[in-house]
């Protein structure tokens, strides 16, 4: 079963800027594991049959408006049904005024009450992707991280092979670091990961032969990234004579990390390669082929050759 991951309470609290009504105890303290959100307007009427009480609660003007129609018992019991439940927290959208049983009742259950300035649905928005961030599926892999014109590319290969040598030079030529050594992978949709940097770790690179040095104190802070979206994967190798490497590129690689494929080339290494522009010219090449455009395939459409192309897909996952 894979990890559940959780994020403090107080972040929630700095990030999206909220006011604290009530809270237990230290937010530091508070713990949310579950990315999705609720409106809880059919269990304020009672109903509470698939109801999962791990979620947010949102309160917004619909809610408290139906809230505001119903006696002053009547409200206290649905108020008190929902805090029971033990939800993580209690938020009112809109700086909407609160019931004085909804602190009480907070109170009473140990509950956390915080209210925001924002819509109901734009703080909702910046919720539920705070939270898809924050607590994504994720793995730590070894390898280096860089963006290279917009196209964050994962460096991976055996140790010593050159990797964060390439990176040093890519940094040199105007490209921004992310992440060398280990890099912390998330699956932030069905379809994207993001990588970082471990936070111990992060700006730091280690050159053979020079020891650990700093790219943002070296190079300045625009040479660095905090994120960024993996849109390929780069496997650099020792050149390897008798193996035979796609000098083509119509068949399309791919390797599958957290379930979502991405493109992937196999680089080798050998003396005399520059490995920098070779890895510039791969980002660009990556980017037109998802607009669209493949160099190999005008090529052989203008030779009149059909083309053989075949898809591989690696699991990256267990490596």
């Known amino acids: 079963m894979a990890d559940k991951f959780k994020v403090s309470l107080k972040k929630i609290i ?8 009530y809270t237990p105890e230290e937010t530091e303290k508070i713990f949310v594991d579950e990315n999705e959100v609720n409106r809880p307007g059919f269990q304020l009427m009672g109903f ?21 129609t119903l006696d002053d018992k009547t409200r206290y019991d649905r108020i008190k049904m929902l805090m029971s439940y033990k939800i ?8 909407l005024p609160f019931f004085p049983e909804m602190e009480e009742l907070a109170k009473e259950f140990e ?14 928005a910046s919720l539920i992707a705070f939270l898809n961030l924050n607590l994504a599926p994720r793995i730590t892999r070894h390898g280096v991280l860089i963006e290279i014109y917009g196209e964050g590319v994962f460096i991976t290969g055996e140790s010593g092979v050159g990797k964060s040598e390439t990176a040093i030079e890519l940094v040199k030529r105007g490209h921004r670091l992310v ?7 998330k699956k932030v949709s069905n379809i994207s990961l993001v990588g970082s940097s471990p936070d111990n770790i992060r700006h730091f690179l280690e050159l053979r032969g020079i020891g650990i040095i700093n790219a943002r104190r070296l190079f300045g802070m625009g040479a660095i990234k905090m994120t960024e979206k993996i849109d390929l994967v780069v496997e650099m ?20 990390i957290l379930g979502v494929k991405i493109p992937s080339l196999t680089i080798p290494v050998k003396p005399g390669r520059n490995l920098a522009v070779i890895l510039e ?11 669209g455009y493949n160099a190999a395939q005008e090529l052989l459409d203008r030779l009149g050759m059909d083309s053989d192309s075949k898809e591989t897909v690696k699991n990256y996952d267990n490596f």
């Open 14 to 21: 700095d990030e999206l800027s909220l006011e604290v009504i």
């Open 237 to 256: 190798e020792q050149w390897n004579p008798e193996k035979i490497y796609d000098r083509m590129g119509v068949d399309t690689e791919f390797v599958s």
């Open 281 to 291: 010219v791969a980002a660009m090449n990556n980017r037109q082929k998802k607009m």
């Open 111 to 124: 509950v956390p009450l915080l209210r925001s300035k924002e819509s109901t649905s734009a703080f909702m």
């Open 88 to 95: 993580p927290a209690l938020i009112i959208a809109r700086e």
């Open 48 to 68: 509470y049959e698939y109801f999962n009480p791990e979620r947010i609660q949102i309160v917004g003007k619909m809610e408290f408006a139906y809230l505001s």
């Open 179 to 185: 992440a060398d050594d280990a890099v912390e992978i």
